[in-house]
């Protein structure tokens, strides 16, 4: 069959790549892609948020199967638009449909859905400008630091974390009143800070059945040691170490069964990934955040460990068959190190030649922010590359990725060479 995936970063040349080993899969699209899906599928060049373009592209390519990447498109309910019009609704669409996006799209929804399942998360209330004196009063009654998180969407920018009660009273009014991220924090959660360490869990279902995949975790801080400015992600490993089996089998119970059984008793239909962020306090695993995809650049070290048939898990979709499958996961520890521009997550240059990505010999170099132009490759965006490799432990791995990455070069590179230092 014709597929067709929706986005542009290392984690859609991770799907590409999975996709395009598929003896199930004929042409494969990206749209828009990057310098690295390039060259093991077609990229079309649409705007993948106007749903009316994706539709003429998918009649035109007679596409049959489309995976999204990125959650925009799926809060802005593309897997509706696609159920909803007759000429295009046999097509698969993985990823949830809008109501279930709203899981990812609104973390006060998410909040009220953890409670209502008696899901355990952090303590939380949520204001509005209406009554931000109730916000004051609410942050005066617990202890510092402070969490407040934008309800909306902020492209990984809406979650702040504060030292001081004076500075998280002023942070909520820019939120609520001086629309610091515009619509998105209209409405602002307050959280209980959580002390603990985190991980990710992703889960695959059908609607009917669920598969757990293996777990990651990423390192989102700009500098060594967590420090300094939230980016989109720095790297990622997996499985994590310290999910053993006792604590996996804690979180199936605590987290992933309600959040199933969940969904069932809402009758949120739900199809595609889903993205579990925890802190796992004192042996306790709580949910931070739900995301409705893959993470990026978790599924640059998560993907490379399943040996499926990504389409045959796709195609299972349509009958709800996911049961029948068995996830074969190879044993052996990945690691991910990002790439990225000089001055990144602040202001970068684009447009700077990268060399040496030929030279590497025992890693998966995925593409991201990045284009080519003739034979060349050139930096396109603050993520540039993603570098994973295989180890027999995560330390392992992590040499062979940055044994690899120094062989790779583009003026102003820059990656963290701490990874793993919390483990
Ligand atoms: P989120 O966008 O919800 O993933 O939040 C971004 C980051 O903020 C998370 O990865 C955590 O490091 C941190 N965080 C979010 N909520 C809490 C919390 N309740 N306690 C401590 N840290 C948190
Ligand atoms: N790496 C975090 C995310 O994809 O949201």
Redesign the pocket.
């Known amino acids: 069959m014709n597929i067709l995936i929706l986005g542009s970063g290392g984690r859609e040349h991770a799907f590409a790549l999975k996709i395009a080993q598929s003896k199930l899969s004929d042409k494969l699209y990206v749209a828009p892609g990057n310098s690295g899906t390039q060259n093991i599928a077609k990229n079309i060049s649409i705007n993948i948020n106007d749903f009316n373009e994706v539709k003429k592209t998918v009649l035109e390519l007679n596409i049959e199967m489309v995976i999204v990447g990125p959650e925009d498109p799926l809060v802005n309910g593309i897997h509706d638009f696609f159920a909803d019009d007759s000429e295009i609704n046999s097509i698969i669409v993985i990823g949830p449909k809008q109501m279930a996006a709203k899981l990812e799209g609104s973390k006060d929804f998410a909040k009220e859905f953890l409670m209502r399942h008696n899901i355990p998360t952090a303590a939380y209330a949520t204001f509005t400008k209406q009554n931000l004196n109730e916000g004051y009063e609410f942050l005066s009654s617990l202890r510092p630091p402070y969490v407040l998180k934008a309800d909306g969407l902020a492209a990984?920018k809406g979650v702040l974390i504060l030292e001081s009660l004076q500075d998280a009273k002023s942070q909520l009014r820019e939120m609520l009143i001086g629309e610091k991220f515009g619509e998105a924090s209209s409405k602002v959660v307050i959280e209980e800070f959580l002390d603990g360490i985190e991980l990710s869990c992703f889960v695959i279902t059908d609607g009917e059945n669920y598969k757990i995949l293996p777990t990651a975790k990423?390192y989102?801080r700009i500098g060594e040691g967590e420090t300094g400015l939230n980016t989109?992600?720095m790297g990622a490993i997996s499985p994590v170490p310290f999910a053993n089996k006792s604590l996996l089998s804690k979180i199936e119970k605590t987290i992933i069964r309600p959040t199933m059984d969940g969904l069932k008793k809402d009758n949120i239909e739900y199809q595609g990934f889903i993205f579990i962020g925890l802190i796992n306090v004192n042996n306790e695993p709580k949910v931070i955040e739900y995301?409705v995809r893959m993470?990026?650049?978790?599924t640059e070290a998560v993907f490379p460990r399943i040996q499926n048939d990504f389409v045959e898990i796709f195609q299972s979709f349509k009958n709800k068959t996911l049961d029948e499958i068995n996830i074969k996961i190879d044993e052996r520890a990945s690691a991910t190190v990002v790439l990225v521009s000089g001055g990144y997550p602040n202001k970068y240059k684009k447009g700077l030649k990268i060399t040496g990505i030929d030279e590497v010999i025992n890693s998966t170099v995925y593409h991201a922010g990045s284009i080519q132009k003739g034979k060349d490759i050139y930096t396109n965006g603050g993520r540039v590359l993603a570098v994973t490799s295989f180890g027999n432990n995560f330390k392992d791995a992590l040499n062979n990725s940055y044994q690899s990455a120094s062989k790779i070069n583009f003026e102003g590179m820059y990656y963290r060479k701490d990874l793993g230092f919390d483990l």
């Open positions: 990984g990423d989102k989109g992600g995301n993470g990026d650049p978790e």
